[in-house]
């Protein structure tokens, strides 16, 4: 019988390919042997905010950090409620770097589980573990998506499945991912 975790109320399999927490579950979670840990928390001076303990780091085979805030535009109004908000620019958008980071960590653990969180494991976490899903397990994808809990941060998904990020991805990915609107 394959093992399973309540999910805010939702019985799910722990071996899906990708499951998004929030930072409190993932404190929690004990994920299966061959899964790795990819941390989303918010940029500080250039380092996480809030980062995983080492004893919950030591669950997985392999985790990568990443100091990047919640924001899904790169320019408009959220961006300058940021910039109003951290004159000193002490935020940080995912960008091509983290990208890269990310494409590279997924694809050498694609036979893994992805166990991936941010602070409320709704937004920058689901964006990524709908986008690993996508590629590496679309019979997850669905799954995930039929929670109903999850807001993916429209930029990551983006960057993840398409490999770059513009106002035209952003609106169709924010039409899929949000049916119910912005």
Same mark, same amino acid.
């Given at each position: @019988?394959?093992?399973?975790?309540?999910?805010?109320? =939702?019985?799910?399999?722990?071996?899906?390919?990708?499951?998004?927490?929030?930072? +409190?579950?993932?404190?929690?979670?004990? !994920?299966?042997?061959?899964?790795?840990? %990819?941390?989303?928390?918010?940029?500080?001076?250039?380092?996480?905010?809030?980062? @995983? +303990?080492?004893n #919950?780091?030591?669950?997985?085979?392999?985790?990568?950090?990443?100091? #990047?805030?919640? %924001?899904?535009?790169?320019?408009? $109004? %959220?961006?300058? @409620?940021?910039?109003?908000?951290?004159p000193?620019?002490?935020?940080? %958008?995912?960008?091509?770097?983290?990208?890269?980071?990310?494409?590279?960590?997924?694809?050498?653990? $694609?036979?893994?589980h992805?166990? #991936?969180?941010?602070d409320?494991?709704?937004?920058?976490?689901?964006?990524t573990?709908?986008?690993?899903?996508?590629?590496?397990? !679309?019979?997850?994808?669905?799954?995930?998506?039929?929670l109903?809990?999850?807001?993916?941060? #429209?930029?990551?998904?983006?960057?993840?499945?398409?490999?770059?990020?513009?106002?035209?991805?952003?609106?169709?990915?924010?039409?899929?991912l =949000? !049916?119910?609107?912005?």
């Open positions: @019988m394959a093992a399973t975790y309540n999910l805010r109320g =939702h019985l799910i399999n722990k071996d899906m390919k990708a499951i998004a927490l929030s930072h +409190p579950e993932a404190l929690d979670y004990e !994920p299966l042997s061959n899964s790795v840990l %990819i941390s989303y928390a918010g940029y500080d001076r250039g380092q996480m905010a809030t980062p @995983m +303990p080492d #919950v780091k030591d669950r997985y085979k392999a985790v990568l950090e990443l100091p #990047v805030d919640d %924001i899904e535009q790169k320019s408009g $109004k %959220i961006r300058e @409620m940021f910039d109003r908000l951290y000193d620019s002490n935020y940080h %958008i995912f960008d091509d770097d983290d990208y890269q980071k990310t494409r590279d960590f997924i694809e050498k653990y $694609k036979d893994s992805f166990v #991936v969180h941010c409320a494991g709704v937004s920058r976490s689901s964006a573990a709908l986008a690993i899903a996508k590629e590496l397990a !679309p019979e997850d994808y669905q799954k995930l998506l039929d109903g809990i999850y807001f993916p941060n #429209v930029l990551i998904y983006s960057y993840l499945v398409e490999g770059k990020f513009n106002d035209k991805l952003y609106k169709k990915y924010s039409k899929q =949000h !049916p119910w609107g912005l």
